[in-house]
C-alpha cells in the first residue's frame, strides 16, 4: 500500500514555556501541502526495514517511520511479523516540514488499513505521540491548533484553498539547539493567534496570511535572519498574502491567491539555487 505522507507547515508557532519533562509548551497553527513523500508498506517480512531513495538517511529505528511500525507492532498487533517500508523523499529533510514525522504518520495509516486494526484516526494519532511530537497532527493533517507538546489537537475551519511557495535555505539546524536558544532569549515578537484563528474561523485567507509568525525566526543567527527575510521579501514582493519560517526553520513559505504570481515567485527563488517549491494546500 502506498501513503502520502504531506509537508506540514507552522501557520503560527508560539512557545509558551518550557516544561519539566524537557519539552516545551507549544501554541502552533499548522496545515498541511501537498508536497508529499511517497510511503509504500508490505507488512510481514520477519523484521522491520526501511529503504529510501536518500542514502544518507538512517534506517533503522532513529527513522520515524521504523519507529512507527515498531511501536505499531508492539502496541497494536504483536503478530505483525515485521514490515518492509519503502519511502521516496520528495520532502526537503531536516527543514522544519515535519518530513520524518510525516512518513510516520504514514506508515501509522497504511499499517492500520492493511491489518484491519480499525484504530479511530484520534487512536493512531495518540499511538504516534510516542514516536515524536509533530506524528499526532501529521496522522490527521489539515488544518488544526496543536496545543501542549504539539500532540493536543483541535482541527479548525481549513485555510480557504491557495496556491504555496517553499524555498529552504542551503543550512540545516538543529531542533533539540533552536528550542535551547529559545530558552535563553527574550522573544521580542509574538504570534496573535487569536486573530490567526478568528481569521480562519472568518475564512478570510488574507487576514490569516497577515497574521503569520514564528517565534523561532528570532532565534536564528543575524546571518540566517537575513537569509530568510530576503527569501520572504521575493515572496512579498511577488504578491505573497503573507510569509513565515514553518517550524525550527529554515524553510520559508509564502501564500497566494494567485497562480501566477506564485509561479513567478518561484521561478525567481529557485534561480538562487535553493530548493524551492510550488504547492497547495491540502
Ligand atoms: O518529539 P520530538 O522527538 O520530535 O522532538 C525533538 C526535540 O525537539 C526534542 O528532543 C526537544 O528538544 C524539542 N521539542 C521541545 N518541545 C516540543 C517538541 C519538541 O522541546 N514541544
Known sequence: MTELAYAKLN???????RRP??????????QTVDLADEVTVEPGGGQV????NLSFLPCDRRNLAAAAALRFQEAVR?????AAISICKHIPVC??????SSDAAAVLRALNELTGAGLTPDRLAALGETVGSDVPYCVLGGTALAEGRGERLTPLTPLPPCDVVLCKPGWSVSTPVLFAQA???K??????TAGLLAALEAGDLTGAARRMYNVFE???TPREWSGVQAIKNTLIQHGALGASMSGTGPTVFGLFASRAAAWAAYEELKQTGQETFLARTV
Do not use: C, E, W
Open 11 to 17: 501557520l503560527s508557532l508560539d512557545i509558551l514555556g
Open 187 to 192: 522573544l521580542r515578537r509574538r504570534p496573535d
Open 21 to 30: 519533562d524537557g519539552y516545551h509548551d507549544l501554541r502552533m497553527v499548522m
Open 183 to 185: 530558552d535563553g532569549k
Open 95 to 100: 527543514a522544519g516540514l515535519a518530513g520524518g
Open 78 to 82: 504483536p503478530d505483525l511479523d515485521g
Open 49 to 52: 526495514t526501511v529503504q529510501t
Open 218 to 220: 528570532d532565534v536564528l
